[in-house]
């Protein structure tokens, strides 16, 4: 591997490690690593996996997004993720080109998720049902891109009040120009059997590198949130050949430090963070394992650490607008360039690299950084003595840490949180009906009312037909927002279209004026969900807007029933998509943050791939939590009782009613007056048990082969017929 | 024409408007929306939710059948397009079609009775009582304000049913066809309205004929059933001081006298035994059968393309194309493959008990315990029971097609997929009309009557415990329903019973079981029973005799 690593030929594949560590104002700490391979189309592959390469050459899609998720990224308490969260269980996407036929897409969907299903250990295979798929019709992007195809009329048929919204730069609902296939699986749990797959995907597995930092499970799958995300981007030419794939494994965990044993901290107790304050951390003992030098076939090896915002601020203040987010301790394996952010200020207090003897440590350079003007607190990436871990030779450990001089940076808000918070919740009791409320509130200081500065520079044409304009540019410059709401509801929660109503802050409001987008797929038993895809303009200043819908429970077959029956059924998160108003507020800092971070990467002319994925302008998308529906569940120990007397029932509605039919009432009266039709009668009777008996136990002979043998043998030994050859054993 | 309550006379117009304002105010009450999901009122396939559903669906632009929630046909969501999402005014075409259908079944019921009072026809209720009883009948007001689509369906029997009896073609066949439309198990009646045609309906005033024309048999017998009906505090027409003295002058209120008239009049008996078979004899008119067949086929092809005119916005949802298509053996239209027409949502769903929704039927729960091997033979079984009797029926009962239509609408009110309370409103109205002599002879009234009451409490009582508070099981549910079936088993059974004696009582010929006229009648009023029973004992020899001769 390490031969591979070093020659030339691979020059076009890449495998890019990175991990930014970022404290949370609740005082986790949010731990992000990112694996980027990437090879173009070849016969063989040293870094891309092969299972992966032939995947993409086998399924002619053009992304595919797999998320497996435990636990909730609480918004309101963490700010905004680094990339975008995903909602609990399994999450799978994927985009076809439309010149793909619809009829195919079935096929493709399902070779799709039951490959990625054997390849990553998750029962995906569910979501291959059609009753679980549905179809996004309505993207998010700029309306002025064009899609390298046709765009599809047929999955965008629906998407009538669609028109054009040439604003160009700004980013809104517009119809899909992929087909895309979403399917969520909420109730997939999540292990380590998916993990482990994941990583084997890597070159060095979880021994050396970035992956090393997940060695240790137990402090893995115990993060309050943990998603694994898995894609793979395939570019194809315009026939559907494959030019190159790139398969992109992300890991974010949000974990709960075990307090750090830092000079000059209080004693910690073993309680939950603090709220309102960062945690001090250290690698070591917030994974349970360290970095063991870089995996030595990644091109790039890249450890991030992320101050929070006001220090941001402060360091920008002290560095003379420089703007620093991202200090380093980055450090690279196998370049001989030592990478320093910042390098141009004056702040560096230390840089030192010192190495000792161990050979992965001349490749690991680490710095030290403190900021200026920030007192408060050292930032401190210390590396421990590398220790041979275990007997073998194995590579040095790196721990790093970051240790708040005075306790907690009170203060600490959340300065990038969302500017809408969702919540969705059921209503009602019983198992006939019930109700379903998605709730969009505006966070508090970040109304829609604050106009935006950066993203009012879209021609707007509100003119003419009125709804025809979509932009969300143009409706920003009215201080509206437009929100796209994606739902899958199964079939088995039946949702009534008609009582879907709008409420913005508390007032009822017209849906239908309200939709600027929408794409409605209704469900069909057994076959397929509602999908229901609504992008609504809310008025500006409005503070709380709510959707809600009432919904039917239906009643399922007994063999329908998981094993689980009285657990629930699922309901899918909502996805709330919007463009944040504020383009110049925290998502233009993060962005121009991380340009700067890309700075770093910049040096060597390879920009670290997680850093241009951060720095790519994207809409907010937020998923609400997930639902589970009670459904009325049969009693499962019925089905030959029921069958016996609901039989009973229908067969003494066809025999009394017709013995009351052919009933004579003058004829026993007749038959005792002549007292020869009783005798007649008689043998009638027994003639009919006769015929009974000859009909019945002809049809017993012809059915049971036993019994034929069983007959034959006693006419044998009657010496009616031949003995029968005797069966041999 | 005056139905009559105490010495309170009013005119239909009276019940029509007292019955459209108790709908308006409990619509105005609210008690609509609580009926949206009870499963006794609203089934998935008469559902005012679906047609609101669809309603909504085509208002997005899209076809009302292209989900699983609207089972109503075209025509039925255009007739409630405008007030559907109405809170008060939903209610507003099943008002008028109850109004109608009360109408419809007082002109029947003023036509069989050939325009005389209801004490002279001899029948329990008037036809502006059975009017009333119609338009109060709380299983047909509960359909009403649950917005569903039944009480359309009611109508379009009512006025096939008054079609056929008045020999009218074009309304027998446009209620007959505008049944099937709405709920396709009025396509039955198809059966009794042929014979309708060909033979006229039954005279269901034989009672008052035979008394009339003096005495006979019949008279005699079922005099004892009318004094004990009136004495006994039955029939609502009682109280009216004229019929009252009309009725001391009759034969029935002496059945010591009746029985003298009767055995005197044995040949008066033979020429009504005569007439009877005499009419059996009638020849069978082809061609009026053939006109109702043929206007039935119009109207059927006519809502069939009214209702792709409707769906015009949407080819995937027509039928007609499809149905021309499979005709001809031609490749189906390009938008068939984009969904199934607007037949598969409606009646296919019907056919095919895809949704396992609790009812008062005996499907639900079979079909959700089976096992799926077995299912298409099941739900085979379970359809054919429903038509099982209409040939049979008919063939036992050639001479009362208005007995038959009832027999077949309460099979089908059993047995149908997705039963509802408004079912049971057309039976129900139509039992004191087409079983007029029956009724009197039946003594099991009270046990009958006690067993619905008692279901219709207990079956909300185990919904509430199994859904509401989930304290039980579906089998609680479960059990109410198939005591429901055996309701209605019973009442068949009794009403097939009874039909057979009246039969054979109508053809003069003696009824040999010991359960004479006399002891039906001694079961429903004490104070003559054993007078009327001896009486009756006379009656039937004497027609014996007269038979025999």
Known sequence: ?729 | MSGCIGNLCLGPAYYATAAVVARASLALLGAGEPLLWRPEVTTPLNSLLGVREGLRMLQLGLSPYAGASCHAPPLVLALHAATAAHPLLYALPNTVADALAALALWRLASLLCKGRSADASGMLLGPASLAAAYLWNPVGILATIGGTTTPLENLAVMAALLGGAARNAPLAAAGLVAGTYVGLHPLLLGVPLAIMFGRGCEDVTQLCDARTAGSGSLASQQGGGTSSSGGGGGGGEAGSGAETSRRAAGAGSNPVAAAATAAAATAAAAEAAARGLERKRERFEWMRCAEFAVFAVVWGGALLWLSDLFLRAHPEAQCLPRLAAWATAAAPPAAARRGACWLRASHGFALAVDDYTPNIGLFWYLLTELFDAFRPFFTFVLHSHAVIFAAPLALRFPGRPLFVAWALLLACAALRPYPSAGDLAPWMALAPLALAQQLRQLRSALFLVNALVLLAVLGPAMWSQWIIVDAANPNFFYSITLLLGVFYVVVLVQAVLLTVRVERLAAGKVVGDGLGAGGGSGGRGGDDGPVGAAAAGATAVAANGSVAE
């Open chain 1, 1 to 729: 591997m390490a031969l591979a690593a070093s020659g030339g030929v691979q020059a076009q594949e890449e495998f890019a490690e990175e991990v930014v560590i970022s404290p949370l104002p609740s005082g986790h700490i949010q731990v992000q690593l990112q694996f980027t391979l990437s090879s173009p189309s070849r016969r063989h592959y040293s870094v891309l996996p092969k299972a992966i390469a032939q995947l993409a050459a086998g399924v002619p899609f053009e992304e595919v997004e797999l998320s497996l998720t435990q636990g909730r990224w609480h918004h309101h308490a963490w700010g905004s993720p680094l990339l975008p969260s995903k909602p609990s269980g399994a999450e799978l996407r994927a985009a076809f080109s439309p010149s793909i036929p619809e009829g195919q897409l079935p096929l493709l969907w399902g070779n799709l998720s039951h490959s990625l299903s054997g390849m990553f250990c998750a029962s995906l295979n569910f979501l291959a049902r059609p009753e679980t798929t549905a179809q996004q019709a309505i993207e998010f992007g700029k309306p002025s891109e064009t899609g390298g195809r046709a765009s599809n009329s047929e999955v965008g048929a629906d998407a009538r009040a669609c028109a054009a919204g040439p604003a160009a730069g700004a980013m809104g609902p517009r119809p899909a120009r992929l087909r895309r296939l979403y399917a969520a699986l909420p109730k997939e749990v999540v292990c380590t059997e998916n993990l482990t797959p994941a990583l084997k995907l890597l070159p060095c597995r979880d021994q050396a590198g970035v992956a090393s930092l997940l060695l240790h499970r137990p402090s893995v799958y115990g993060a309050d949130y943990h998603s694994m995300r898995v894609g793979i981007l395939a570019a194809r030419d315009a026939d559907g050949a494959l030019l190159s794939t790139r398969l992109s494994l992300g890991i974010t965990l949000v974990l709960r430090p075990p307090q750090v044993q830092t000079p000059g901290a209080p004693p910690a107790r073993r309680a939950a963070p603090r709220p309102c304050s960062y945690s001090s951390w250290r690698l070591g003992h917030l994974l349970g394992s360290k970095l063991r030098g870089a995996c030595p076939i990644a091109t790039q090896s890249w450890l991030f650490v992320q101050l929070p915002p006001q220090l941001a601020a402060q360091a920008a203040v002290g560095e003379d607008g420089a703007g620093q987010l991202l200090h380093p301790p980055a450090w690279q394996a196998g370049g001989a360039e030592v990478h320093r952010t910042g390098s141009g200020s004056s702040s560096d207090k230390s840089s030192d690299s010192s190495s000792s003897g161990e050979q992965a440590e001349d490749n690991i350079q680490q710095q030290q950084q403190a900021i200026a003007g920030a007192e408060a607190l050292v930032e401190e990436a210390r590396r421990q003595q590398p220790r041979p871990e275990g007997q073998g030779d194995g590579p040095a450990a790196l721990d790093v840490g970051q240790a708040w001089r005075r306790f907690g940076a009170k203060g600490a808000v959340v300065a990038a949180r969302p500017e809408l918070a969702v919540s969705r919740y059921t209503t009602g009791a019983g198992f006939m009906h019930g109700g379903m409320v998605l709730r969009l509130a505006t966070a508090a200081g970040a109304g829609p009312a604050a106009a935006p500065s950066g993203a009012g520079t879209g021609s707007s044409q509100a003119g003419g037909g009125g709804a025809a304009d979509l932009s969300t540019a143009a409706a920003a410059a009215a201080g509206n927002r437009t929100v796209c709401v994606f739902q899958i509801v199964p079939w088995y929660v039946r949702v009534w279209l008609h009582t879907l109503t709008l409420t913005v802050d508390g007032a009822p409001a017209d849906l239908d004026a309200a939709l600027r987008l929408r794409h409605v797929s209704p469900a069909a038993d057994r076959a397929r969900p509602l999908v229901l895809d609504l992008c609504i303009e809310l008025p500006a200043g409005a503070r709380e807007a709510v959707l809600a819908v009432q919904f039917s429970k239906a009643f399922l077959h007994v063999f329908e029933w998981p094993p689980d029956a009285h657990r629930g059924f699922d309901v899918p998160a909502a996805l709330v998509t919007y463009a944040p108003l504020g383009a110049d507020g925290a998502a233009a800092a993060l962005e121009w943050g991380w340009r700067r971070g890309g700075d770093v990467g910049g040096a060597r002319g390879a920009p670290s791939p997680l850093l241009r994925a951060l720095s790519a302008a994207r809409p907010e998308a937020l998923y609400s939590e997930g639902l589970l529906v009670p459904l009325a569940p049969p009693d499962f120990s019925m089905p030959y009782n029921v069958v016996c007397l609901t039989s009973t029932v229908l067969a003494v509605y066809v025999g009394a009613v017709l013995n009351a039919l052919l009933k004579r009432p003058g004829a026993e009266l007749r038959e005792a007056a002549k007292g020869g039709a009783g005798r007649r009668a008689a043998r009638l009777k027994a003639a009919k048990v006769v015929v009974v008996v000859v009909v019945f136990g002809g049809l017993a002979l012809y059915v049971d082969e036993e019994l034929q043998a069983q007959v034959m043998q006693a006419l044998a030994a009657a010496g009616l017929v031949e003995a029968p050859p005797a069966p041999q054993h």
